[in-house]
């Protein structure tokens, strides 16, 4: 997964225009975006993070890399959140 922080990403149509113009980078990427986090998370299937990057400035956006942390995922205990018995 690559994270980029957009700040300059401000609605709904910014999202659009950025999911356009990575989808036609990696047309199979899977894209997620965060908007009140200005956040953009891809799983590319073919382009790498500077064609990423790329493809979101072009579309006239900042894109700034993040590091992207993974989430630890409770054990399963027979409850919703793992912490009760």
């Known amino acids: 997964m690559i994270a980029f922080e957009v700040k300059d ?3 709904g ?3 659009s225009t950025i999911t356009k113009a990575l ?3 990696d ?3 899977r894209v997620d975006i ?5 956040l ?3 799983e590319p299937k073919e382009a790498d993070a500077n064609g990423l990057r790329e493809a979101i400035a072009e579309a006239g956006y900042t894109p700034v890399e993040k590091k992207v942390v993974a989430l630890e ?5 027979g409850s919703c959140c793992g912490h009760c018995g």
């Open 73 to 77: 995922t409770p054990a399963k205990t």
């Open 13 to 15: 149509h910014c999202v």
């Open 40 to 42: 953009v998370m891809v």
């Open 9 to 11: 990403m401000t609605c």
């Open 27 to 29: 047309k199979d990427a």
């Open 23 to 25: 989808k036609a980078a």
């Open 34 to 38: 965060d908007l009140a986090r200005h």
